[in-house]
């Protein structure tokens, strides 16, 4: 399968952007895909090799599950490159548009068992999650 890209544009500087994407504290408020979701714990070690896991629970406690994985490639404030636990590659570019802009791609392998459309909903659900978290906090 090809893999699938979704960008979004965030009013705020690299840094800030990168900051927010990569610290567990602010991970915790913006890593899901929906308001019935949360991310009550996050552990990320960015480095190569360093792993991370965030914890995605249903607000109700009907079900939850880590998403975990290993960095592979981390050029700060530019790229991160990981794979998932089950194998899956991951790429998340950090694009400067000016001093107060930032682009923010994702580049995923999908997985077999849901459908590309609700696959790439839900990445870019929590993506823009993240969007709103960074321009209003």
Request: charged fraction near 30%; hydrophobic fraction near 35%; glycine fraction near 6%.
């Amino acid at each position: 399968m090809d893999p699938i890209k979704i960008d979004i544009t965030i009013l705020a500087p690299v840094e800030k952007v990168w900051d927010y994407f990569n610290t567990p504290k602010h991970i915790m408020n913006w890593n899901f895909a929906h308001e019935s979701w949360q991310c009550p714990s996050s552990e990320n070690d960015l480095r190569i090799g360093g792993k991370f896991n965030n914890r995605m629970e249903a607000k109700d406690g009907s079900f939850g599950f880590d998403f975990e994985g290993t960095y592979d490639d981390i050029i700060p404030h530019e790229k991160i490159q990981y794979h998932i636990a089950d194998g899956r590659n991951v790429e998340v570019i950090f694009e400067r548009i000016d001093d107060n802009a930032t682009k923010v791609a994702q580049i995923f392998e999908p997985e077999k068992q849901n459908s590309v459309e609700m696959q790439r909903d839900g990445w870019y659900a929590i993506l823009n999650n993240f969007h709103k978290y960074v321009e209003n906090n």
